[in-house]
T-cell receptor, first 117, second 111 residues
């Protein structure tokens, strides 16, 4: 149980284009999903908290107009990187909390490696 | 002071020995604590969660929590080369809105 998927697993795009990353909880419902970014040999950085049916909460320093988050259902959240630039190249990882438990455990998706050329 | 602190390592442990990973946190009201393992190039994987003071054992892993000292640890018995990874300590703050991750300890098990 508690499986989270992400799609695509990797993507290469040209500078100035937009990329959408999907995060799905496969066997549980998640009112809250989280988006992280991780640069090589660095720690996880929380970008935003995504709540089903409401606006995402962004961490300080994260541009909400650049990183668009939509949490349309209890099993799907999407992150769109708009007008991507080479400095946006990173490993993007989502995680989700299982609504049916009180444990606050977060389960991570396998991540999406974005390369902007 | 960082909210969740870990020694970055690398921590080198011989195969078969006990690896001891430590973590301190600053929010005294925290109630939930987690250990994640992250292999290079992969996403984190939850290996243990602990909520009460004391020890919690799961196979070769033991999590230890001391809320008075604001200290969490993870012991790995009979360390295997496959245990070589970065271990992330994570704490749910008193606001219960999000988990705060430490920067991780890199563990290397030498054959």
């Amino acid at each position: 149980g508690a499986v989270v998927s992400q799609h695509p697993s990797w993507v290469i795009c040209k500078s100035g284009t937009s990329v959408k990353i999907e995060c799905r909880s496969l066997d549980f419902q998640a009112t809250t999903m989280f988006w992280y970014r991780q640069f090589p040999k660095q720690s996880l950085m929380l970008m935003a908290t995504s709540n089903e049916g409401s606006k995402a909460t962004y961490e300080q320093g994260v541009e909400k107009d650049k990183f668009l988050i939509n949490h349309a259902s209890l099993t799907l959240s999407t992150l769109t990187v708009t007008s991507a630039h080479p400095e946006d190249s990173s490993f993007y990882i989502c995680s989700a909390r299982d609504l049916s438990t009180d444990s606050y455990e977060q389960y991570f998706g396998p991540g999406t490696r974005l390369t902007v050329t | 002071q960082k909210e969740v602190e870990q020694n970055s390592g690398p921590l080198s442990v011989p195969e078969g020995a006990i690896a001891s990973l430590n973590c301190t946190y600053s929010d005294r009201g925290s109630q939930s604590f987690f250990w994640y393992r992250q292999y290079s190039g992969k996403s984190p994987e939850l290996i243990m969660s602990i909520y009460s003071n004391g020890d919690k054992e799961d196979g070769r892993f033991t999590a230890q929590l001391n809320k008075a000292s604001q200290y969490v640890s993870l012991l790995i018995r009979d360390s295997q080369p496959s245990d070589s990874a970065t271990y992330l300590c994570a704490v749910l703050g008193s606001s219960a809105s999000k988990i705060i991750f430490g920067s991780g300890t890199r563990l290397s098990i030498r054959p």
